[in-house]
């Protein structure tokens, strides 16, 4: 079997263009929806992260604005901008890229954004919302799986789901959002015994573990979906996913590249949850 390559450049751009519609139908009632996102120091790989974000929210036509700040910044200056934004009228969301550094304590600055302009979905409010089912503001990696694979029609009630990564940004929102969903869902960590025992139940298998190609043709199952939200940079300068995509391709029923896949698809759901978040500031409900 060769495996259907999910484009997700092509679906983020679709979706985006729904989520352009509605921001044109706040637009057109004067609410004009903002982000705000802020970065500390200089990692390249963040910069370029901010940098496709804010084209992003240009392309949608909203407003959006960087705080770029030093790596020796205080934690005590970043909480005084969280604060500003937390109260500026035209900004509807506020993104902390991270990691931050070291001297910054990472949770106490996700906590201060108003709960309700946390368009990362990574403060504590929003974090509980998603494990009751009340999700307000899905994290925007696994949302934009989810809605990856509801664009590919890949059924998920019932399904095998097995999530290899347990991070707070992807691994555990992602296993939550598809146990939403009644998918039967396993997670896998670097300590998991076995991996392959787990990786090869999976009818749909999404690994996020920061390690190059390390998941192998022997780990999945013939006619998973294997989505990557890996994007490693290997010594030879290409850019690589946590799946070995030549192995797997001939193995799973679709696949995600890299570039290309993901990717694109967690700035879309930026764009989205920065629309939504200015819907319900301005009381105005999609349908309107
Ligand atoms: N760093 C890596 N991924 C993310 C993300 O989704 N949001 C933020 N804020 N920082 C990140």
New binding site residues.
Partial sequence: MTATIIDGKKISEIVREEWKERADKLKAKGVLPGLAVIIVGDNPA?KL?VNNKIKACHDVGLHSEVHDLPEDISEKMLLKLIDELNQAKKINGI?????LPKHIDENKVLEAIKQDKDV?G?HLYNVGALMTGNTVFP???PFGVMRMLSYCDVPIAGQNAVVVGRSN??GKPMAMLLLQEDATVTICTSKTKDLISHTKQADILVVATGRPEMVKAEHVKEGAVVIDVGINRLESGKLAGDVDFDEVKEVASMITPVPGGVGPM?ITM?VANTVMAAERDSGNSPSD
């Avoid at 993104?95 to 990691?99: A, T």
Wanted: proline residues 12%; contains cysteine; charged residues 5%.
């Fill in positions: 963040s992260y993104l902390v890229q991270l990691p990362d990574f994290p925007c990696t940004i992807v967690t930026l």
